[in-house]
């Protein structure tokens, strides 16, 4: 995709004059590594400052994590972010209105427990525990992880068994399915350390990826372009691409997801400091599964928005797959249901074939229904882990990190020319695309704070 090349600047009078003159008014010439919306956003704001900005995207499509299938042609849905997650404030909600897109509110009070067999369950919440927990950890001089702070509760050493396991899969529904990560590996210090938007969360019944259509508009986008290295030169920064080619710019921004940085898929010359090297394997790379089930006629389910199935563990393991549901019904008025696995259940899913997958899925579902259910007519299911280009679905804060953590990981190196950006980076509101959005801008802002002085921040 190449949505018109910015133009050199400096041409007539100005290009026949040669030294410091001619050069001071070239413009800045930035690669931006990776087409997500914290790429997006970063090339966005550098062109409107007047920077030359090319965007390269290993991918045969915008949007990174932000994607919208339309395998159904008449039923888009989005694999990767699905919600704007408070709409208050949130700058999701100026790019949402700028694109014309529609939404539609869902609401996590809407939500219905259901028990094997369709009948009403109890759903204990975590909270109290959790505040607990949290306080034990404060109490110590290192970090524990979330697991071993509950354990060390007095409420946990007395309960009994029955109610350690309700305890249990209260923290995977509520906890590990939002922070995409393991009881056992999640910071208690520093899981939930984000800030929020208020007013509720909305849905794109066209998709998500119209934001990110939206903000590529006029962009240089060069897809199917894949990065191996980023190289610091005497002149500037050198990309070294997968096909063997190279190009050099003044400045790079990179916002290549966290899990392709701790693989070492893109490599740095010279490496990467070593506190920001720290910050990369300090942080988790979070497994987050979801499963679109699509039937021919309504569902057999109370019409509330979210469904938890309280269901025991699956076979050698501690926590069931597919816990946690939205009922679309309401929303989109289809039968539609998405669901969720996450952390070590997420894992196991991914593990599996598709189709076994899909069918540990609707066996879940069946195994709440009122009556039969209708004819399942499609299914999608995603599978971020095990895209190379991703591996994982977004981070968390493992014991011993922190906010520190992700602005050591996005703090401007090589003398300000190389800024990491993403979800990842985000200070305030990480594992979110506003806060990859939000790591973007600033990231441009970074660079522009060394550029030429005609470069103005927009």
Known sequence: MRAGRRQVLGLGVLALVPGRAARAQAPLSVAVVGAGMAGLGAARALAKAGARVTVFEARARIGGRVWTSTRWPDLPVDMGASWIHGVQGNPLTALADAAGATRIATSYDSATALAPGGSPAAAPEPWGIIAAARERAAAVETDLSLQAAVQATPVWQRATAARREAIRQSIHREIEHEYAADWSDLSARAFDDAAAFAGGDVIFPDGFGQLAAHVARGLDIRLSQAVADVVKTDRGLRLHFVDGTREGFDAVIVTVPLGVLQAGAL???????????????????????????RFAAPLPLPATDWLQVIAPPAPGADTPLWPEWVNLSRALGQPLLLGFAAAEAG???????????????????????????????????????????????????????????????????????????????????????????????????????????????P
């Open 267 to 293: 490599r740095f010359d010279p490496p990467l400091p070593a506190a920001q090297q720290a910050a990369i394997a300090g942080l988790g790379m979070g497994t987050y599964v979801k499963c679109w089930l």
């Open 347 to 457: 894992r196991r899913v991914e593990a599996m074939e598709e189709a076994a997958a899909i069918r540990a899925a609707l066996h879940t579902v069946e195994s709440v229904a009122e009556g039969p259910l209708p004819e399942l007519i499609g299914a999608q299911i995603s599978g971020w882990g095990r895209d190379p280009l991703t591996r994982g679905a977004y981070s968390y804060a493992r014991p011993g990190t922190d906010a520190a953590t992700r602005r050591t990981l996005s703090a401007p190196i090589w003398d300000g020319r190389l800024v990491l950006a993403g979800e990842a980076g985000a200070i305030d509101h990480p594992s979110t695309v506003h806060g990859a959005w939000a790591s973007g801008l600033r990231a441009a802002q970074d660079i522009l704070r060394r550029a030429p002085r005609h470069l103005r921040w």
